[in-house]
T-cell receptor, first 114, second 118 residues
Framework: NAGVTQTPKFRILKIGQSMTLQCTQDMNHNYMYWYRQDPGMGLKLIYY???????DKGEVPNGYNVSRSTTEDFPLRLELAAPSQTSVYFCASSSTGTGFGGYTFGSGTRLTVV | AQTVTQSQPEMSVQEAETVTLSCTYD???????LFWYKQPPSRQMILVIRQEAYKQQNATENRFSVNFQKAAKSFSLKISDSQLGDAAMYFC???????????????FGKGITLSVRP
């Protein structure tokens, strides 16, 4: 059981380039989330999804896009990368929107924009 | 909106000693969940312990226990018999109960870096 798998683990982008961060879960979870972690700032929600075909913005969605065509996959797209998007990105999933279970996190992607 | 505050950016503890990490939160809700996550240098987010707000009994997981004070909106983590492997960043997090969509998100504090001295 792999849980939540994120790829790549590291990436360096040049300003203006685009890329997609991949996230796949094999637990049949309906809820999936993308967070970014900046030093001294905790984790901030970028986008979330409550099921295939349904996505919505979190606290810091500007500069990002997502899609959810299947239950398993929730890719995060960065268009026109900017230095402010240098961060560590986490994908997470949970079985429902409520309940005590907390999240299952991926191992993160460290992105540097230069 | 809920907020989570971890006011101590760093703490240090001697191996085998006990340390307490502080967390306060602000909410108008009566039913919610609280979590402590550990993030070692590997970056992986690991659930340490969780607490249901309607339960007065403090949660315990081996060497980890919490002091949950609902009226004071305080949720501190106590680590007993500290080990070198406990060195990590620790995040306190809040989640609403009974809601879906955006309210299902975890709201995190800024984290605290714990170092363990041998």
């Amino acid at each position: 059981n792999a849980g939540v798998t994120q790829t790549p683990k590291f990436r360096i982008l040049k300003i203006g380039q685009s890329m997609t961060l991949q996230c796949t879960q094999d637990m049949n979870h309906n809820y999936m989330y993308w967070y970014r972690q900046d030093p001294g700032m905790g984790l901030k929600l970028i986008y979330y999804s409550v099921g295939a075909g349904i996505t919505d913005k979190g606290e810091v969605p500007n500069g990002y896009n997502v899609s959810r065509s299947t239950t398993e996959d929730f890719p995060l797209r960065l268009e026109l990368a900017a230095p402010s998007q240098t961060s560590v990105y986490f994908c997470a999933s949970s079985s429902t929107g409520t309940g005590f279970g907390g999240y299952t996190f991926g191992s993160g992607t460290r992105l540097t924009v230069v | 909106a809920q907020t989570v505050t971890q006011s101590q950016p760093e703490m240090s503890v001697q191996e085998a000693e006990t340390v307490t990490l502080s967390c306060t939160y602000d909410t108008s809700e009566s039913d919610y969940y609280l979590f402590w996550y550990k993030q070692p240098p590997s970056r992986q987010m690991i659930l340490v312990i969780r607490q249901e707000a309607y339960k007065q009994q403090n949660a315990t997981e081996n060497r980890f226990s919490v002091n949950f004070q609902k009226a004071a909106k305080s949720f501190s983590l106590k680590i007993s018999d500290s080990q070198l492997g406990d060195a990590a960043m620790y995040f306190c997090a809040y989640r609403s109960a009974g809601y879906t969509g955006a309210n299902s998100k975890l709201t995190f504090g800024k984290g605290i870096t714990l170092s363990v001295r041998p």
